[in-house]
């Protein structure tokens, strides 16, 4: 349970906000969304090849300049 502190004379919206950055992170949405549908090892695995190749790409072109 998310429970986010309000100070006295604190603003609704300034809670209200904290309380979103607080639920984004914690990524409830993220994994719901992840659970709605059902992806196979061998997709999963491919895409987690594809991003490490990608990101070396980009570490390489970093080191490089």
Same mark, same amino acid.
């Given at each position: @349970?998310? %429970? /986010? =502190?309000v #100070?006295?004379?604190?603003?609704?919206? *300034?809670a209200? #906000? #904290?309380? $979103?950055? $607080?639920?984004?992170?914690?990524? /409830?949405?993220?994994? @719901? *969304? +992840?659970? !709605?549908?059902?992806?196979? =090892?061998?997709? %999963?695995?491919?895409? #987690? +090849?594809? $991003?490490?190749?990608? %990101? !070396?790409?980009?570490?390489?072109?970093?080191?490089? $300049?």
């Amino acid at each position: @349970m998310i %429970v /986010v =502190p309000v #100070k006295e004379g604190e603003n609704l919206e *300034r809670a209200l #906000k #904290k309380l $979103k950055r $607080k639920f984004d992170k914690t990524g /409830v949405v993220r994994e @719901m *969304r +992840r659970r !709605q549908q059902f992806t196979k =090892p061998s997709v %999963v695995n491919r895409e #987690k +090849r594809l $991003k490490a190749i990608y %990101v !070396q790409h980009l570490r390489q072109q970093e080191l490089d $300049k």
